[in-house]
């Protein structure tokens, strides 16, 4: 199913059939989560697993971090994109999601470029030292602490450095005014937020629900 609310299922068929094709493990992992029901649209699209293994070899990042991993389709794609002896940290809270994570890296053999931090992302990240700076940040946690983390990984990111942020067109509804509220209002205020940091250059791709690229001045 796609989860743009630009495409139907036919358009999103013809995107991923003319994209590179998912391996064994990625395809497995996307068929196990999607038996978990509805919470599977946590999970990021075909299209996104593929430009975030593009963007991480292209950024030629060794540290990176995603905030929320959910299954570990996110973390596989950076970390099979990272330079040779990269690192990734994975931040989420629940052991639950990332046992399932845990085995599916572990069979793509990514499991020793990747280390999962359980507890609050935004801790995580103030915990970080200062060096090295990362490479590349993955953000898609909680909606209301996108401007919080924002903030505490921007000063942490090397020069043209890469900061890639999910769900930012919010199915659509940032341009419906009668949703002031949760999810959408916290991702306007975001949107707004980072189009307006002088410390970087970005775009907001129509890439599934909305992949806001920045790279650091």
């Known amino acids: ?24 493990v990625r395809r497995r992992l996307v ?9 599977a649209q946590m999970q990021v699209a075909p299209e996104q697993s593929i430009f975030l293994t593009l963007v991480t070899r292209l950024s030629g990042a060794r540290h990176a971090i995603e905030l929320g991993t959910f299954t570990g389709l996110s973390a596989i794609s950076i970390a099979s994109g990272l330079a040779p002896g990269g690192r990734l940290i994975c931040c989420d809270v629940s052991d639950e999601w990332t046992s399932i994570a845990r085995r599916y890296w572990k069979e793509a053999g990514v499991d020793d470029r990747i280390e999962l931090r359980l507890g609050p992302a935004l801790e995580t990240l103030q915990n970080l030292p200062a060096d090295p700076p990362l490479d590349l940040s ?32 919010a199915g659509g509804s940032v341009l419906d005014p009668s949703q002031s509220a949760g999810m959408t209002a916290d991702i306007r205020r975001f949107n707004d937020h980072a189009a307006a940091d002088s410390r970087v250059e970005l775009v907001l791709l129509p890439i599934s629900d909305g992949v806001t690229m920045a790279v650091k001045r």
Request: net charge negative; glycine share 6%; aromatic share 10%.
């Open 138 to 169: 993955f953000i898609d946690a909680v909606k209301g602490n996108y401007v919080d983390y924002w903030e505490a990984i921007v000063p942490r990111t090397r020069q043209d450095g890469v900061i890639l942020v999910d769900n930012t067109l």
């Open 31 to 39: 068929d196990e989560t999607a038996s978990l029901g509805g919470v």
């Open 1 to 24: 199913m796609p989860k743009s609310f630009l495409l139907n299922d036919a358009l999103h068929a013809y995107l991923t059939d003319h994209s590179t094709p998912f391996d064994d």
